[in-house]
């Protein structure tokens, strides 16, 4: 069985530019979540996916958007990049129901650098 | 809102010793999800353990137990026996059971545990 799985696992960009985030759910998953974790704090919900549908989302602006594939793979896409966006981004799979909790599987994370 | 809180932002414990991280939490639901995640200097989050709150008796996994108080809504992780490899941070995190966005898992800021030989 294998687990969760993002790329890349670095990425450096400026300020402006916009970047793609991607991540391969564990087999038999249906629904992925994003989080964002800056340095010294906890992840912080971004928004979630349940079977190519976005099935909830958190405090973040339009330009973070994303998107679920027919194989559940998913992408966190950012635009116009702000200093602040620099964070560990994480994702994680569950075979979800779409109206309850399931148990999350967290990927590495992909660590965004913006100069 | 609701909201976690870990007020210990660094621990430190002997090997072979115990050690206890504590965790508040603020909700008006009733049915929730706690939980301990840890997250070593690879990044990768892991599940320590879990705790239904309708569920009285406090979970256990091994060397890892929760103190769950409801009332109190404090939600405290011992670690037995310490081991070397359990070095890292530590989050206490929260998800209602239903309604609201399912994928909000609500997490602390998380405490930096060091084992020392």
């Known amino acids: 069985e294998t687990g969760v799985t993002q790329s890349p696992t670095h990425l450096i960009k400026t300020r402006g530019q916009q970047v793609t985030l991607r991540c391969s759910s564990q087999?038999?998953?249906?629904?992925v979540s994003w989080y964002q974790q800056a340095l010294g704090q906890g992840p912080q919900f971004i928004f979630q996916y349940y079977r190519e549908e976005e099935n909830g989302r958190g405090n973040f602006p339009p330009r973070f958007s994303g998107l679920q594939f027919p194989n559940y793979s998913s992408e966190l896409n950012v635009n116009a990049l702000e200093l602040d966006d620099s964070a560990l981004y994480l994702c994680?799979?569950?075979?979800?129901?779409?109206?309850?909790?399931?148990?999350?599987?967290f990927g590495p994370g992909t660590r965004l650098t913006v100069l | 809102a609701q909201t976690v809180t870990q007020s210990q932002p660094e621990m430190s414990v002997q090997e072979a010793e115990t050690v206890t991280l504590s965790c508040t939490y603020d909700t008006s639901e009733s049915d929730y999800y706690l939980f301990w995640y840890k997250q070593p200097p690879s990044r990768q989050m892991i599940l320590v353990i879990r705790q239904e709150a309708y569920k009285q008796q406090n979970a256990t996994e091994n060397r890892f137990s929760v103190n769950f108080q409801k009332a109190a809504k404090s939600f405290s992780l011992k670690i037995s026996d310490s081991q070397l490899g359990d070095a890292a941070m530590y989050f206490c995190a929260y998800i209602p059971v239903w309604g609201g966005s399912q994928g909000n898992l609500i997490f602390g800021k998380g405490t930096k545990l060091s084992v020392k030989p």
């Open positions: 994680a799979s569950s075979l979800g129901t779409g109206s309850s909790y399931n148990e999350q599987f």
């Open positions: 087999s038999g998953h249906n629904t």
